[in-house]
């Protein structure tokens, strides 16, 4: 159980390279059972969800090694259980993304249904739907989905759109049990998010067919059989995302190496209208805070729009703009846990149904506060940087999710994060 204690206000300067992507890293994991043999992954963080993700493989029968050099190697010759338990889902929903590939691979899957979430509830049935419109006959059993298709999937024409859009991973679950199918899969209402596009290479360089990457229409033509490969991860734009805060609320000009701003255009868009310079520079770009911070207005969509593993820390920074803001959740619209803890620091945030009113104030005074969940605590962690006093920041574990040792790259930059174990 650590905490951090965070002194502010601080000025950050310097550069930070953003790591590979933890939601990339995810689906690809899971994507090895597809092909028996040994497949290495570069540039996958090193991230409790990942090492949960990493058991969750072990326990079906894969051998997992992490190389000196940071790649992962999954060998997935023996898939002797075909059972994702409860113990090790419950603590990283993307578990769930096994059911898919072990359907394919096997015919058979037992997988924990996610269990209940801070940001929201998150069914899974567009999953089911679509591996059931693949020909799964699927049932649950004391917590557990049974999928099973002795004959093999078939490819057909499905659409996934759900009642807030495209699912992330619910494609990805639907897009790796099609690679296998016998025939043509169509997904209409894919999810666009550049992990998926990611994830989809991936396939392909294992040997799978899959055209319209990139768009809501992705058509997959069924093989035989996958061969294991080697493939690099992307850069995470939600760390790179978190870090362009960072400068921003410090009033600081920061360097981010490693990050793609063709896949952050909604997060440059509304950083730009809050008065925030980008300019690129080498395989990344300049983040520069230009004078007050002007107030905006947020409203959270699936790729290519504004990203919800986003909203909170944007929270923080429009929590100190000249003037209101207002930002609508229309993703996960439950995802305010961290409200509350702003307001706690002398933030003045409304909430109104999905939507939280923003009364940008002076200055944000140290507090005591406490992380519901992981994008929440990156929040907390902006605004104790920003706050004036030692904030204290508990359940860090949250942020461990996604993020490898932040207070390790903040303070370098200038930061004065102390971890401390309780
Ligand atoms: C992925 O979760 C990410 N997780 C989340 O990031 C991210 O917030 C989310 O996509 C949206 O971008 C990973 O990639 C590991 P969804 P996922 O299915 O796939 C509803 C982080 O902070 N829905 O796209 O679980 C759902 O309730 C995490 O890194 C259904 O109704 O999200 C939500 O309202 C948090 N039925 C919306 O769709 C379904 O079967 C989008 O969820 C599936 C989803």
Do not use: W
Not at 22 to 33: F, R, T, V
Not at 121 to 147: F, M, S, T, W
Not at 195 to 206: F, G, S, T, V
């Amino acid at each position: 159980m650590d905490i951090f204690h965070i002194e502010g206000p601080v000025q950050l300067s310097g550069s930070v390279t953003i790591n590979g992507s933890k939601n990339a890293s995810l689906p690809i994991m899971a994507a090895a059972i597809l092909a028996p043999g040994k497949s290495t992954l570069r540039t996958v963080p090193h991230l409790s969800d990942i090492s949960v993700c990493g058991k969750l493989l072990s326990q079906l029968g894969c051998k997992l090694t992490r190389e000196p050099d940071g790649d992962i190697c999954i060998d997935s010759t023996v898939i002797d259980n075909p059972v994702g338990e409860y113990e090790i889902v419950r603590r990283m929903r993307a578990g769930i993304c096994i059911l898919g590939p072990l359907l394919a691979r096997c015919g058979r899957a037992e997988v924990s249904m996610p269990g209940g979430c801070a940001i929201g509830v998150r069914p899974v049935d567009l999953h089911l739907r679509g591996l059931q419109e693949l020909g799964a006959q699927i049932h649950l059993k004391n917590g557990y989905i049974i999928a099973e298709a002795p004959n093999g999937l078939k490819g057909k024409n499905i659409f996934m759109g759900g009642p807030f859009g495209s699912t992330v991973l619910g494609t990805a679950n639907v897009l790796m049990a099609a690679t296998l199918a016998k025939g043509r899969t169509v997904i209409e209402s894919a999810a666009c998010e550049p992990e998926i596009a990611n994830l989809a290479n991936c396939l392909n360089k294992m040997g799978a067919k899959i055209k319209g990457i990139g768009s809501p229409r992705l058509i997959i033509e069924g093989v035989k059989e996958l061969q294991p490969t080697e493939f690099e991860v992307i850069p995470d734009r939600i760390e790179a995302g978190t870090f362009m805060v960072a400068a921003a609320i410090t009033a600081s000009e920061l360097h981010l190496q490693n990050c793609r701003l063709d896949e952050m255009m909604a997060v440059v868009d509304r950083l730009r209208s809050i008065g925030i310079t980008i300019e690129r520079k080498d395989n990344g770009c300049i983040v520069a805070k230009n004078g007050q911070i002007k107030p905006t207005d947020i409203t959270t969509q699936p790729y290519p729009g504004f990203p919800t593993d986003l909203q909170a820390q944007f929270m923080a920074l429009l929590s100190l703009a000249e003037g209101n803001s207002v930002i609508i959740e229309k993703v996960f619209p439950d995802r305010f846990m961290h409200v509350a803890e702003l307001n706690r620091m002398a933030a003045n945030l409304r909430k109104e149904g999905p939507a939280v009113i923003v009364a940008g104030v002076k200055k944000l005074i140290a507090a005591p506060v406490m992380a519901s969940d992981l994008r929440a605590s990156a929040a907390l962690v902006l605004a104790g940087l920003a706050a004036e006093g030692t904030t204290i920041v508990s359940r860090v574990y949250h942020i461990d999710r996604g993020y490898e040792k932040i207070e390790e790259r903040l303070n370098p930059l200038g930061a004065n994060i102390i971890r401390q174990s309780i």
